[in-house]
């Protein structure tokens, strides 16, 4: 019903920057909140950055002021900006949303996206 496809991931020296997005399709009333998360080998996935609805945000402690949350929400897209990226910041990178699907019902449903790979590494 609901499909979420990143893109922007790849490998990357150490300092520099990538742009990850995340494009929402199929039966999609409207979008509330998109997040990303990541999940490194041999750890548990954790949040990076959230981005509400009505605009507010938030970061992981460890990416705050290098990373960025957007959204389009006429694109029914979010992006993540990663800037001054650490070996540390290698991860499979996957977006979450929450979807309402239908205007007869306020519930919102949770989606995910595949995944995509950003390593830092010289």
């Known amino acids: 019903q609901v499909q979420l496809v990143e893109s922007g991931g790849g490998l990357v020296q150490p300092g520099g920057s990538l742009r990850l997005s995340c494009a929402a399709s199929?039966?999609?009333?409207?979008?509330?909140?998109m997040a990303w998360y990541r999940q490194a080998p041999g750890k548990e996935r954790e949040l990076v950055a959230r981005?509400?609805?009505?605009?507010?945000?938030n970061y992981a402690d460890s990416v705050k002021g290098r990373f960025t949350i957007s959204r389009d929400n006429a694109k029914k897209t979010v992006f993540l900006q990663m800037n001054s990226l650490k070996p540390e910041d290698t991860a499979v990178y996957s977006c979450?949303?929450?979807?309402?699907?239908?205007?007869?019902?306020?519930?919102?449903?949770?989606?995910w996206g595949q995944g995509t790979q950003v390593t830092v590494s010289s």
């Open positions: 981005s509400l609805s009505g605009g507010s945000t």
């Open positions: 979450n949303a929450f979807v309402r699907i239908d205007y007869s019902s306020s519930n919102y449903y949770e989606y």
């Open positions: 199929g039966r999609i009333f409207s979008l509330g909140a």
